[in-house]
């Protein structure tokens, strides 16, 4: 008789569902097709293009809160942008590897590499060496890899300022900017930094506090595919 438990627990031979009390829906199609409808019953997307509406109804679904329309701000070409780059294969460059652990990978178009460099042991280096967070050296090494990618910055406003300084030094330019970093410090000067930049480079903001990896994996998944369910 074989054993019923493996190395991780028990086999999924040998589970048996709980004996369900609560009246609930449970297939995953249906949840989102109704989320997603519910959504856009209850919020005004009247301001946004369809595609720009997509994003938006996914990052409201990861908040919870259709209130956060009000604060999302599209640069007119970063739908465009952000698709186009990563249709051509452009990584994804991230702050935080909760972002990059996020990011489903059989949405992306064309195999697309997803890189955090938070944990390579040169960014505690240089952000000593350089005195800022490790978040913000992080993105210098990047490198040449920034030029024609895709950013999703959720987390740390000292990197989103730092990707911008790169930009104004002449440096490599990203094909679209996701800004969404959450906090109290910094959060909302950094965002209103990259949506008043004077680069033209194509962004996507949540003004204000809040932010974060959910918000911001939300609009990646969303960019990567135009198939909202997918």
């Known amino acids: 008789m074989p054993d019923a438990r493996t190395e991780d627990g028990p086999a999924t031979g040998a589970l048996r569902p709980p004996t369900r009390r609560y009246v609930y829906g ?9 989320s ?10 009247s301001r946004f293009s369809e595609a720009e509406s997509v994003v938006a109804v996914r990052m409201v679904h990861a908040a919870g809160d259709t209130g956060l329309v009000s604060d999302v701000e599209f640069h007119p070409r970063l739908v465009e942008a952000a698709r186009g780059a990563l249709r051509a294969g452009a990584p994804v460059l991230t702050d935080a590897q909760m972002i990059a652990s996020g990011v489903t990978r059989r949405r992306l178009p064309a195999g697309n590499d997803v890189r955090c460099l938070l944990g390579d042991p040169r960014t505690t280096e240089l952000a000593r060496a350089w005195g800022t967070t490790r978040s913000a ?9 920034l030029e024609g990618a895709v950013v999703a910055i959720g987390n740390a406003p000292t990197a989103l300022f730092h990707l911008l300084e790169i930009v104004a030094d002449g ?5 679209a900017v996701l800004g969404i970093p959450v906090g109290f410090i910094g959060s909302a000067e950094s965002k209103e930094a990259l949506a008043a930049n004077p680069y033209d480079l194509p962004f996507l903001v949540v003004h204000g506090r809040r932010g974060g990896s959910a918000l ?4 990646v998944n969303a960019l990567a595919t135009e198939d909202e369910l997918a």
């Open 36 to 45: 997603f409808a519910t959504i856009r019953e209850e919020t005004d997307l």
């Open 171 to 175: 440096g490599p330019r990203p094909a």
């Open 137 to 145: 050296a992080a993105v210098s090494l990047w490198g040449d890899a």
């Open 26 to 34: 449970s297939d995953p199609g249906s949840i989102y097709r109704d």
């Open 216 to 219: 911001c994996v939300a609009a």
